[in-house]
T-cell receptor, first 111, second 112 residues
Protein backbone atom coordinates (compact mmCIF):
# COMPACT_ATOMS: atom_id res chain seq x y z
CA UNK A 1 0.00 0.00 0.00
CA UNK A 2 1.32 3.43 -0.90
CA UNK A 3 2.00 5.78 1.99
CA UNK A 4 -0.24 8.45 0.49
CA UNK A 5 -2.90 7.70 -2.10
CA UNK A 6 -5.00 9.98 -4.23
CA UNK A 7 -7.41 9.48 -7.08
CA UNK A 8 -5.51 10.85 -10.10
CA UNK A 9 -8.65 12.10 -11.80
CA UNK A 10 -9.09 14.10 -13.92
CA UNK A 11 -12.12 15.65 -12.31
CA UNK A 12 -13.89 17.70 -14.98
CA UNK A 13 -16.40 20.08 -13.42
CA UNK A 14 -18.34 23.11 -14.68
CA UNK A 15 -17.66 26.57 -13.35
CA UNK A 16 -19.50 27.17 -10.10
CA UNK A 17 -19.58 23.52 -9.11
CA UNK A 18 -18.45 22.11 -5.80
CA UNK A 19 -15.80 19.41 -5.97
CA UNK A 20 -14.13 17.32 -3.29
CA UNK A 21 -10.92 15.31 -3.24
CA UNK A 22 -9.90 12.70 -0.73
CA UNK A 23 -6.48 11.43 0.18
CA UNK A 24 -5.64 8.44 2.38
CA UNK A 25 -2.44 7.88 4.32
CA UNK A 26 -1.01 4.72 5.84
CA UNK A 27 1.11 5.94 8.78
CA UNK A 28 -1.19 6.50 11.74
CA UNK A 29 1.59 8.44 13.49
CA UNK A 30 1.60 11.14 10.82
CA UNK A 31 1.42 14.57 12.35
CA UNK A 32 1.06 17.25 9.73
CA UNK A 33 -1.00 17.42 6.60
CA UNK A 34 -1.12 19.84 3.72
CA UNK A 35 -2.69 20.44 0.36
CA UNK A 36 -0.48 21.81 -2.37
CA UNK A 37 -1.46 23.09 -5.76
CA UNK A 38 0.66 22.51 -8.83
CA UNK A 39 0.06 24.22 -12.13
CA UNK A 40 1.29 22.65 -15.34
CA UNK A 41 5.09 22.80 -15.58
CA UNK A 42 5.37 24.78 -12.36
CA UNK A 43 6.54 24.04 -8.85
CA UNK A 44 4.08 22.91 -6.17
CA UNK A 45 2.81 25.71 -3.94
CA UNK A 46 1.23 25.42 -0.53
CA UNK A 47 -2.53 25.81 -0.70
CA UNK A 48 -3.41 25.18 2.91
CA UNK A 49 -2.59 23.19 5.99
CA UNK A 50 -5.07 20.68 7.32
CA UNK A 51 -5.96 20.90 10.98
CA UNK A 52 -7.71 18.32 13.11
CA UNK A 53 -10.71 20.56 13.64
CA UNK A 54 -10.99 21.34 9.94
CA UNK A 55 -10.20 24.69 8.44
CA UNK A 56 -11.47 26.99 5.76
CA UNK A 57 -9.80 29.52 3.52
CA UNK A 58 -12.29 31.32 1.33
CA UNK A 59 -13.78 28.77 -1.06
CA UNK A 60 -11.50 26.00 0.18
CA UNK A 61 -12.20 23.71 3.12
CA UNK A 62 -9.80 21.07 4.40
CA UNK A 63 -10.66 18.32 6.82
CA UNK A 64 -8.78 15.56 8.60
CA UNK A 65 -10.21 12.25 9.75
CA UNK A 66 -7.59 10.55 11.88
CA UNK A 67 -9.73 7.52 12.66
CA UNK A 68 -10.07 6.65 8.98
CA UNK A 69 -6.71 8.15 8.03
CA UNK A 70 -7.82 10.46 5.29
CA UNK A 71 -7.84 14.13 4.51
CA UNK A 72 -10.13 15.97 2.18
CA UNK A 73 -10.26 19.18 0.21
CA UNK A 74 -13.52 20.81 -0.79
CA UNK A 75 -13.63 23.57 -3.38
CA UNK A 76 -16.85 25.57 -3.63
CA UNK A 77 -17.91 27.77 -6.54
CA UNK A 78 -15.13 26.46 -8.80
CA UNK A 79 -13.33 28.96 -11.00
CA UNK A 80 -11.50 28.35 -14.26
CA UNK A 81 -8.34 29.39 -12.41
CA UNK A 82 -8.76 26.47 -10.01
CA UNK A 83 -7.72 24.10 -12.80
CA UNK A 84 -4.54 22.48 -11.55
CA UNK A 85 -3.23 19.34 -9.88
CA UNK A 86 -3.84 19.12 -6.14
CA UNK A 87 -1.23 17.26 -4.12
CA UNK A 88 -1.90 15.72 -0.76
CA UNK A 89 1.13 15.93 1.53
CA UNK A 90 1.72 14.08 4.78
CA UNK A 91 4.50 14.59 7.28
CA UNK A 92 5.30 11.52 9.37
CA UNK A 93 6.18 11.82 13.05
CA UNK A 94 7.47 15.19 14.26
CA UNK A 95 10.91 16.35 13.33
CA UNK A 96 11.43 14.04 10.40
CA UNK A 97 10.59 16.65 7.77
CA UNK A 98 10.26 13.83 5.25
CA UNK A 99 7.15 14.98 3.58
CA UNK A 100 5.38 12.29 1.60
CA UNK A 101 3.54 13.46 -1.50
CA UNK A 102 0.59 11.88 -3.17
CA UNK A 103 0.68 11.65 -6.94
CA UNK A 104 -1.95 14.36 -7.22
CA UNK A 105 -5.51 14.80 -8.38
CA UNK A 106 -6.01 16.73 -11.57
CA UNK A 107 -8.90 19.20 -11.69
CA UNK A 108 -10.23 20.80 -14.85
CA UNK A 109 -12.87 23.47 -14.43
CA UNK A 110 -14.84 23.92 -17.64
CA UNK A 111 -16.50 27.11 -18.87
CA UNK B 1 12.99 37.98 -2.84
CA UNK B 2 13.17 35.31 -0.15
CA UNK B 3 12.78 31.77 -1.36
CA UNK B 4 14.46 28.83 -3.00
CA UNK B 5 16.60 29.41 -6.07
CA UNK B 6 17.40 26.59 -8.46
CA UNK B 7 19.78 26.70 -11.38
CA UNK B 8 19.82 25.91 -14.22
CA UNK B 9 16.18 25.93 -15.33
CA UNK B 10 16.88 23.70 -18.32
CA UNK B 11 19.72 21.33 -19.13
CA UNK B 12 20.48 18.76 -21.80
CA UNK B 13 23.17 16.21 -21.04
CA UNK B 14 24.69 13.38 -22.97
CA UNK B 15 24.72 9.94 -21.43
CA UNK B 16 27.71 9.60 -19.13
CA UNK B 17 28.19 13.29 -18.47
CA UNK B 18 28.14 14.64 -14.95
CA UNK B 19 26.66 17.86 -13.67
CA UNK B 20 25.52 19.66 -10.55
CA UNK B 21 22.10 21.14 -9.98
CA UNK B 22 22.30 24.11 -7.66
CA UNK B 23 19.83 24.96 -4.90
CA UNK B 24 20.03 27.87 -2.47
CA UNK B 25 17.59 29.19 0.11
CA UNK B 26 17.71 32.38 2.14
CA UNK B 27 15.12 31.55 4.78
CA UNK B 28 17.54 29.91 7.23
CA UNK B 29 15.65 26.64 6.89
CA UNK B 30 17.39 23.63 8.36
CA UNK B 31 15.66 21.13 6.15
CA UNK B 32 16.33 20.85 2.43
CA UNK B 33 15.45 18.13 -0.03
CA UNK B 34 15.58 17.14 -3.67
CA UNK B 35 12.67 15.55 -5.50
CA UNK B 36 12.23 14.33 -9.01
CA UNK B 37 8.88 14.37 -10.73
CA UNK B 38 7.99 12.10 -13.60
CA UNK B 39 4.62 11.78 -15.36
CA UNK B 40 2.28 9.58 -13.36
CA UNK B 41 4.84 9.06 -10.60
CA UNK B 42 4.39 12.12 -8.45
CA UNK B 43 7.22 13.64 -6.46
CA UNK B 44 9.86 11.17 -5.32
CA UNK B 45 12.44 12.05 -2.69
CA UNK B 46 16.04 11.67 -3.84
CA UNK B 47 18.08 12.99 -0.91
CA UNK B 48 17.44 15.24 2.02
CA UNK B 49 19.34 17.13 4.70
CA UNK B 50 18.29 18.13 8.20
CA UNK B 51 21.13 20.60 8.62
CA UNK B 52 24.64 21.52 7.53
CA UNK B 53 26.84 18.45 7.39
CA UNK B 54 23.90 16.00 7.60
CA UNK B 55 22.42 14.26 4.60
CA UNK B 56 20.45 11.10 4.04
CA UNK B 57 18.96 9.08 1.23
CA UNK B 58 15.40 9.26 0.14
CA UNK B 59 13.36 6.92 -2.01
CA UNK B 60 15.41 7.06 -5.23
CA UNK B 61 19.03 8.00 -4.38
CA UNK B 62 20.94 5.88 -6.90
CA UNK B 63 22.99 7.90 -9.36
CA UNK B 64 22.89 11.08 -7.26
CA UNK B 65 25.11 12.61 -4.61
CA UNK B 66 24.52 15.53 -2.29
CA UNK B 67 26.42 17.54 0.28
CA UNK B 68 25.40 20.28 2.69
CA UNK B 69 28.36 22.40 3.69
CA UNK B 70 26.25 25.45 4.54
CA UNK B 71 22.67 26.03 5.69
CA UNK B 72 21.91 27.90 2.48
CA UNK B 73 23.14 25.52 -0.22
CA UNK B 74 22.22 21.96 -1.15
CA UNK B 75 23.61 20.93 -4.54
CA UNK B 76 22.62 17.71 -6.29
CA UNK B 77 25.25 15.95 -8.35
CA UNK B 78 24.56 13.54 -11.16
CA UNK B 79 27.58 11.30 -11.36
CA UNK B 80 27.12 9.72 -14.80
CA UNK B 81 23.89 10.80 -16.44
CA UNK B 82 21.54 8.17 -17.83
CA UNK B 83 18.38 8.59 -19.94
CA UNK B 84 16.38 7.30 -16.94
CA UNK B 85 17.35 10.50 -15.12
CA UNK B 86 15.42 12.62 -17.59
CA UNK B 87 12.97 14.35 -15.29
CA UNK B 88 11.99 17.58 -13.60
CA UNK B 89 13.95 18.18 -10.42
CA UNK B 90 12.66 20.27 -7.54
CA UNK B 91 14.54 21.49 -4.53
CA UNK B 92 12.54 22.34 -1.42
CA UNK B 93 13.26 23.74 2.00
CA UNK B 94 11.44 23.88 5.30
CA UNK B 95 12.11 24.37 8.93
CA UNK B 96 10.80 24.86 12.44
CA UNK B 97 8.11 27.44 12.35
CA UNK B 98 7.84 27.24 8.59
CA UNK B 99 4.52 26.20 7.19
CA UNK B 100 5.10 23.40 4.78
CA UNK B 101 7.79 23.37 2.16
CA UNK B 102 8.90 26.08 -0.21
CA UNK B 103 9.89 24.78 -3.61
CA UNK B 104 12.28 26.10 -6.18
CA UNK B 105 11.00 26.62 -9.71
CA UNK B 106 12.54 23.37 -10.93
CA UNK B 107 15.19 22.14 -13.34
CA UNK B 108 14.09 20.34 -16.48
CA UNK B 109 16.79 17.83 -17.31
CA UNK B 110 16.98 15.80 -20.50
CA UNK B 111 19.60 13.08 -20.91
CA UNK B 112 20.15 11.95 -24.48
Amino acid sequence: RKEVEQDPGPFNVPEGATVAFNCTYSNSASQSFFWYRQDCRKEPKLLMSVYSSGNEDGRFTAQLNRASQYISLLIRDSKLSDSATYLCVVMPPPGTYKYIFGTGTRLKVLA
Amino acid sequence: NAGVTQTPKFQVLKTGQSMTLQCAQDMNHEYMSWYRQDPGMGLRLIHYSVGAGITDQGEVPNGYNVSRSTTEDFPLRLLSAAPSQTSVYFCASGGEGALGYTFGSGTRLTVV
